[in-house]
């Protein structure tokens, strides 16, 4: 199947800083690419949709002057958390659907963001 | 707006017991569904997809079936070992595809 990966896998900042998490498809061309966030015991949220060539679409109540998504290849995109607080901490992950065909995700093995 | 409800929330059932996991979802006009397992702080891995207009996938010991009209899918898990123990979430895409809602999780432990 298909290959998502993340970079980094676990980060450790300091409250205020600004961090970058990477989510590539390896192995194919990605339009769409879907960023989610997951709190302990919780499951996933939808954060945004990160389509390549154009801006975001963030999902209510996600702040898209915080959480700033860049798609700008077919296999990279970026998710920059600003001036992050301990509340930013959390499970970070992205998926690609993979075009060929039925709408499958592919998920990323997540970032494991720490802020402190 | 799509609701994914998984039930039981948690279960623990000793090893080698046959069982089954609950997804229920308030609209029915969905693309399609899939089961995905996730280990304790790791990503998602997927196990099984259901297109919309088919009733069941099988991979192994697992198998899953999808009624769309009712708006439900089962997953069900045969013989179960320690090493399935996770958690399991269904997630259903809708129509436009450009929308996957996941249910809050099964959290299944399985003892030696």
């Known amino acids: 199947g298909a290959v998502v990966s993340q970079h980094p896998s676990r980060v450790i900042c300091k409250s205020g800083t600004s961090v970058k998490i990477e989510c590539r498809s390896l192995?194919?061309?990605?339009?769409?690419m879907f960023w989610y966030r997951q709190f302990p015991k919780q499951s996933l949220m939808l954060m945004a949709t990160?389509?390549?060539?154009?801006?975001?679409?963030?999902e209510q109540g996600v702040e898209k002057d915080k959480f700033l998504i860049n798609h700008a290849s077919l296999t990279l995109s970026t998710l920059t958390v600003t001036s992050a607080h301990p509340e930013d901490s959390s499970f970070y992950i992205c998926?690609?659907?993979?075009?060929?065909?039925?709408?499958?995700?592919?998920f990323g093995p997540g970032t494991r963001l720490t802020v402190t | 707006k799509q609701e994914v409800t998984q039930i039981p929330a948690a279960l623990s059932v000793p090893e080698g017991e046959n069982l089954v996991l609950n997804c229920s979802f308030t609209d029915s006009a969905i693309y399609n569904l899939q089961w995905f397992r996730q280990d304790p702080g790791k990503g998602l891995t997927s196990l099984l997809l259901i297109q919309s207009s088919q009733r069941e996938q099988t991979s192994g010991r697992l198998n899953a079936s999808l009624d769309k009209s009712s708006g439900r899918s089962t997953l069900y898990i045969a013989a179960s070992q320690p090493g399935d123990s996770a958690t399991y979430l269904c997630a259903v895409f809708n129509n436009a595809g450009n929308m996957l809602t996941f249910g809050g999780g099964t959290r299944l432990m399985v003892k030696p």
């Open positions: 998926s690609a659907r993979d075009p060929r065909g039925g709408y499958e995700q592919y």
């Open positions: 192995d194919f061309q990605a339009t769409t």
């Open positions: 990160s389509n390549e060539g154009s801006k975001a679409t963030y």
